[in-house]
């Protein structure tokens, strides 16, 4: 199968070396608007270099690591195609240009999945796990936690979309995935506590939601551009027969002050493809067969959907100073 690889930046080079090692060199087209990047990328894995429209003509299926804003372009040629496409998140940078995407997707019946790397995490698989199977008895609530060790440049504050949309994705996708449930409220609030170049663009680096399900199932989410010491993402869930963590272990960026605590000399966790190799690998792998038919999208064009109306609700409601249901962004 012959996979073509679109963008050969930081997380284009990950997937480069994922796809090597799971198609071969030899079935990998690479391609970048920086022909130079994407040379370089396909000589690192053995592949060949192409423009991106050759990748996606001489493909069997698409991978699409490219910049956010390109990743609508990219789909609508991909799925035109009748390419079985895999995107990053996010589908599209906003709401309107999402739900056409799931409706161009749905309507083709091609495949699409979308880039939510935290469903393959074998923690978070777990959880969801003893979830469904009832081990966990009646989940009273869940606690997320997710600290950048260091900001993005100013350049990228603009075009993030604000810290709900960009940094939080993850987490409005993987509540809904743990719980099989939809967000119904979320009520957030935000603050500039170390960064003042986020006020600029009307952004925080601080923020906390907290979120009810549709299920009655409630959360709180603590989100911040800066951990000194190092990337921490953590899912805590509270059960009448179970408390479990995810996120928790030797190479957790936290302290704790207990006496009798024993330290790890481990390294902490740098950034998110540290922290997440194992659950790119196997996303990977579950696409390649799904672009073999071999198994049903996990994560769909609409959960991307979903996942952004979210989002949205938090951004909302942190201007706004209210609740926000999720219900005001129905089409």
Same mark, same amino acid.
């Given at each position: 199968?012959?996979?073509?690889?679109?963008?050969?930046?930081?997380?284009?080079?990950?997937?480069?070396?994922?796809?090597?090692?799971?198609?071969?060199?030899?079935?990998?087209?690479?391609?970048?608007?920086?022909?130079?990047?994407?040379?370089?990328?396909?000589?690192?894995?053995?592949?060949?270099?192409?423009?991106?429209?050759?990748?996606?003509?001489?493909?069997?299926?698409?991978?699409?690591?490219?910049?956010?804003?390109?990743?609508?372009?990219?789909?609508?040629?991909?799925?035109?195609?009748?390419?079985?496409?895999?995107?990053?998140?996010?589908?599209?940078?906003?709401?309107?240009?999402?739900?056409?995407?799931?409706?161009?997707?749905?309507?083709?019946?091609?495949?699409?999945?979308?880039?939510?790397?935290?469903?393959?995490?074998?923690?978070?698989?777990?959880?969801?796990?003893?979830?469904?199977?009832?081990?966990?008895?009646?989940?009273?609530?869940?606690?997320?936690?997710?600290?950048?060790?260091?900001?993005?440049?100013?350049?990228?504050?603009?075009?993030?979309?604000?810290?709900?949309?960009?940094?939080?994705?993850?987490?409005?996708?993987? $509540?809904?995935?743990? =719980?099989?449930?939809?967000? /119904? %409220?979320?009520? &957030?609030?935000?603050? #500039?506590?170390?960064? @003042?170049?986020?006020?600029?663009?009307?952004?925080?680096?601080?923020?906390?939601?907290?979120?009810?399900?549709?299920?009655?199932?409630?959360?709180?989410?603590?989100?911040?551009?800066?951990?000194?010491?190092?990337?921490?993402?953590?899912?805590?869930?509270?059960?009448?027969?179970?408390?479990?963590?995810?996120?928790?272990?030797?190479?957790?960026?936290?302290?704790?002050?207990?006496?009798?605590?024993?330290?790890?000399?481990?390294?902490?966790?740098?950034?998110? $493809?540290?922290?997440? =190799?194992?659950?790119?690998? /196997? %996303?990977?792998? &579950?696409?390649?067969? #799904?672009?073999?038919? @071999?198994?049903?999208?996990?994560?769909?064009?609409?959960?991307?959907?979903?996942?952004?109306?979210?989002?949205?609700?938090?951004?909302?409601?942190?201007?706004?100073?209210?609740?926000?249901?999720?219900?005001?962004?129905?089409?």
């Amino acid at each position: 199968m012959k996979i073509a690889l679109l963008g050969a930046g930081r997380i284009g080079k990950m997937h480069a070396a994922i796809l090597a090692g799971v198609v071969g060199g030899d079935q990998l087209l690479v391609a970048d608007v920086d022909e130079q990047a994407a040379a370089a990328l396909a000589a690192a894995n053995g592949a060949t270099a192409v423009s991106v429209d050759e990748a996606i003509e001489r493909a069997d299926a698409v991978a699409i690591a490219a910049a956010s804003n390109v990743h609508g372009d990219l789909i609508r040629k991909a799925i035109g195609l009748g390419k079985p496409t895999f995107c990053e998140k996010p589908l599209a940078p906003g709401l309107e240009e999402s739900r056409e995407l799931v409706a161009l997707v749905e309507s083709s019946g091609v495949p699409l999945m979308l880039g939510f790397q935290r469903r393959f995490d074998p923690a978070y698989v777990e959880a969801r796990r003893l979830i469904e199977t009832g081990e966990i008895g009646t989940v009273y609530a869940i606690r997320l936690a997710g600290h950048d060790p260091a900001p993005p440049h100013e350049a990228y504050i603009p075009a993030s979309g604000g810290l709900f949309r960009d940094f939080s994705i993850h987490d409005w996708d993987v $509540i809904r995935w743990l =719980t099989d449930s939809e967000v /119904a %409220e979320v009520y &957030a609030v935000g603050a #500039v506590r170390g960064f @003042e170049v986020f006020r600029k663009y009307d952004d925080v680096d601080t923020a906390i939601a907290a979120i009810t399900m549709a299920n009655g199932v409630l959360a709180v989410l603590t989100t911040a551009r800066h951990d000194p010491l190092g990337y921490d993402i953590r899912t805590e869930i509270f059960g009448s027969q179970d408390s479990v963590v995810v996120g928790l272990g030797p190479r957790t960026p936290i302290r704790s002050l207990e006496p009798d605590w024993v330290g790890s000399d481990a390294a902490k966790w740098d950034f998110f $493809i540290d922290r997440f =190799t194992s659950a790119y690998e /196997a %996303e990977i792998a &579950a696409f390649v067969k #799904v672009a073999k038919g @071999e198994l049903p999208t996990p994560c769909t064009a609409r959960d991307g959907l979903q996942a952004l109306i979210v989002a949205e609700a938090a951004t909302l409601s942190r201007k706004e100073h209210r609740p926000v249901t999720t219900a005001e962004f129905d089409a």
